[in-house]
């Protein structure tokens, strides 16, 4: 599915059944063949036990991205890779081209929620490395 844009935000939604607090992300080159180097945004500190957001078949999920908070960064071409969860294999990556004009910088990725202010809210609380 597309993201949609929410002012400086990148929104993914996904839909799978595992119970997991947010999606696995990585910003990089959609060029490189290896993405190990990938940046990996921050997130909310204090995760673990419950309550993780149970996502269940058809439901959908929000987790908000600020890919530069800061807002000072020069533009560079950039892909954002989302894996719905861990436990999924990696063919069910999903990657969104971010064009030429992306700008990534120290990005913050909140919690899974079910809707879209509430995910903007998580994302500004995001302290911790993925």
Do not use: W
Request: aromatic letters at 6%; proline letters at 12%.
């Amino acid at each position: 599915m597309a993201p949609s844009g929410f002012g400086r935000h990148q929104l993914a939604t996904v839909a799978s059944d595992p119970h997991p607090y947010y999606p696995l992300v990585s910003i990089g080159d959609p060029n490189a063949a290896d993405h190990s180097h990938d940046i990996k945004p921050l997130v909310p500190g204090g995760t673990g036990g419950p309550p993780a957001y149970a996502l269940h078949a058809g439901q959908t999920a929000y987790a908000a991205i600020d890919l530069d908070p800061s807002g000072k960064v020069n533009p560079q071409e950039a892909e954002l890779n989302v894996l719905a969860h861990s436990d999924m294999p990696n063919a069910e990556t999903l990657n969104f081209p971010l064009g030429k004009e992306a700008r990534v910088l120290a990005p913050k990725l909140g919690l899974y929620e079910d809707n879209i202010p509430d995910a903007v809210r998580s994302m500004t609380e995001a302290d911790t490395q993925s």
